[in-house]
């Protein structure tokens, strides 16, 4: 070609050509809340095609936790969904009780109840009020989330950190709760009602919000279900499937609550079911502190539960097993087990093997964000680019979620 | 798709005509907005007030000295092999004659460091530590500018004779029960010795 033609576009036999823009939409895009990159091909405001890219946030958790005795597996799971880390803390630690076939004392997993529904209001809260954030009320986002900063206090107070709390232990609770505890918890479920009722009022009958949010990003229950979607986002499209009833762990048997559905599956189908969620969590933490059992709060699992402080400072033997549990030294039975709770976001899964070492063989998590996160760009296809927005914050994915 | 008798479809997408004139719900969401106007703020002017932490808040840590003012940490190395992020190093040393007053045991941490961009603050160093050595504070680290200020050594972790660090409240009233035990304390013959010492050179 020679020089002076370069500079002149050759007239095509269509002149008006279709031409799709290409938007990189994230990795740090303020609107995404968190790490994620979509490579959107634009026919002017309408997306044509979307190629996510998965691997932002990759923190080898799967790999690290083989080299990590059972203990210190905890801490990885913090990371996971960190908006509602205690779920999977205790994720983990009954996949580990599943395996070496520990009985929990009732009162235990009680308080396990109820730390799991408040971790389950808080990652709800962080859901909706950010779907009410990005279609441009911000008011309710403001009011709710003081009470998500109550829940992370009452955290703050059993285990002394607020998001990553790294909180119970394999076997039980380490201490029993103290008095501002138990104060804390009475007080956000006397509390929490009115707020949310407030927020409800803002946004759930307001037709402005109904308007934008209703066949918003839908999945169908079928195509749902192909991805495998579990939890909130699953029973949004219709399909009462959650672990909590499907197969109870940690005594939820005992709680009678019911499973909001939506129709459609779109956004506000989304909406509305976690707003109900919150209510149904509210009622197990009431049905638990009004059933509470007495008893110890961990289970006597002298190879794995540490001794008290006071018999370590003292006797040989619980010196001796402080050490063995500390430095990951007890025997492990081998074998290969499948645990699953209900996370803030679906069906959280710990699927372990076993080789009677120190470390798990093989440790793979089941996140659900990573399942909703490959559905998402056939969701998006053919809608506005504010609508993809929408969809991916009611569907709370969570990039900490994503690392796989 | 029902699996359960216990589902609820929660979610209404007829409009009815109150709702359609959305006027009804403008209003509703102004009011509630006016009347938050009133109420007591929730936020704190961050650097002048400071939120107070529970009292086991996992914080910045401390390496705590016995009632005589003696190093506790005998650099068993407990807490390096129980920390999940690897943030923790040390170097032992032995005690030497006429150093008892600073180290309670034969052996001592020469060096101890605890790198704190590494440290994610699990607490799993202080449920570790079998000598009440290594405790969490409610103290926050502090920021700074170069990575090798947040490698801190014993001279930032240790509390100081003077300004000692209260962690009673971490405890468990078994363990503060136990501690108050005549006869019962770590190396009870050792501050025997000591205090008898003391009494004999006055």
Not at chain 1, 81 to 93: D, E, K, V
Not at chain 1, 373 to 402: R, W
Request: aromatic residues 10%; neutral net charge; hydrophobic residues 35%.
């Amino acid at each position: 070609m020679s020089k002076k033609s370069s500079h002149i576009i050759p007239p095509s036999i269509n002149s008006i050509e279709k031409e799709y823009s290409t938007l990189n939409l994230g990795p740090t895009h303020p609107a995404t809340h968190g790490i994620f990159q979509n490579v959107l091909q634009m026919d002017g405001e309408i997306i044509h095609d979307a190629i996510p890219t998965i691997g932002y946030i990759h923190r080898a958790f799967e790999k690290l936790a083989e080299r990590r005795p059972y203990a210190q597996i905890t801490p990885l799971t913090d990371r996971l969904n960190y908006c509602s880390a205690p779920i999977n803390n205790m994720g983990w630690h009954m996949t580990v009780e599943k395996l070496i076939k520990a009985e929990i004392p009732k009162r235990a997993e009680y308080m396990r109840v109820i730390i799991m529904e408040l971790a389950r209001i808080a990652d709800h809260i962080i859901c909706n009020t950010i779907i009410g954030q990005d279609t441009g009320a911000t008011t309710g986002f403001l009011y709710l989330f003081q009470y998500r900063e109550k829940i992370y206090d009452i955290f703050e107070s059993i285990c002394g950190a607020r998001l990553t709390t790294n909180i119970c232990r394999i076997g039980g609770f380490d201490k029993e709760w103290g008095k501002v505890t138990w104060d804390r918890i009475h007080q956000f479920v006397a509390d929490f009602p009115k707020a949310l009722d407030e927020f409800n009022n803002l946004l759930e009958r307001n037709r402005i919000f109904m308007d934008r949010t209703i066949n918003c990003g839908p999945i169908t229950a079928e195509k749902a279900l192909e991805y495998s979607f579990t939890g909130p986002n699953l029973r949004a499209a219709g399909v009462d499937y959650d672990v909590r009833v499907a197969t109870p762990y940690s005594s939820y048997s005992d709680f009678e609550f019911i499973i909001p559905v939506g129709t459609s599956g779109d956004t506000y189908d989304r909406f509305m079911v976690r707003n109900e969620e919150m209510k149904q969590s509210l009622s197990i933490i009431k049905q638990a502190l009004k059933n509470m059992p007495d008893g110890k709060t961990h289970a006597d699992l002298p190879d794995f539960f540490l001794p008290p402080k006071e018999k370590v400072y003292s006797e040989m033997e619980a010196l001796i097993y402080h050490f063995k549990i500390v430095m990951g030294e007890t025997d492990i039975p081998k074998g290969e087990v499948y645990h699953s709770v209900e996370g803030g976001n679906g069906e959280l899964g710990f699927y372990l093997i076993s080789d009677g070492g120190r470390t798990p063989y093989r440790l793979h998590f089941r996140r659900p964000c990573f399942i909703y996160y490959q559905a998402y760009p056939e969701m998006i296809k053919g809608t506005m680019l504010s609508d993809a927005i929408i969809t991916m914050s009611s569907m709370n994915v969570i990039a900490g979620e994503l690392d796989a | 798709m029902q699996l359960t008798t216990r589902s609820k479809v929660v979610s209404n997408k007829q409009l009815s005509f109150a709702e359609r004139i959305y006027l009804p719900a403008l209003l509703k969401g102004m009011f509630i907005t006016l009347s938050h106007l009133f109420k007591k703020k929730v936020t704190i002017l961050y650097p002048e007030v400071k939120r107070e932490h529970a009292p086991v808040y996992r914080g910045q840590h401390v390496l705590k000295r016995d009632e005589n003012g003696a190093e506790r940490c005998t650099s068993c190395g407990m807490c390096a092999v129980a920390c999940p992020a690897e943030a923790i190093t040390m170097e032992s040393g032995e005690r030497k004659k006429g150093e008892e007053h600073l180290y309670r045991e034969e052996k001592y941490a020469a060096k101890y460091e605890i790198n704190m961009l590494r440290c994610i603050f699990c607490g799993l160093c202080e449920e570790a530590c079998p000598k009440e050595a290594i405790f969490l504070t409610d103290r926050i680290v502090p920021t700074e500018f170069e990575r090798e200020d947040f490698i801190y050594g014993k001279d930032k972790l240790v509390e100081l004779v003077d300004k000692r660090v209260d962690v009673s409240k971490r405890q468990t009233p078994e363990v503060l029960a136990f501690k108050k035990l005549e006869g019962m304390r770590h190396n009870v013959l050792y501050t025997k010795k000591l205090t008898t010492k003391s009494e004999s050179k006055s």
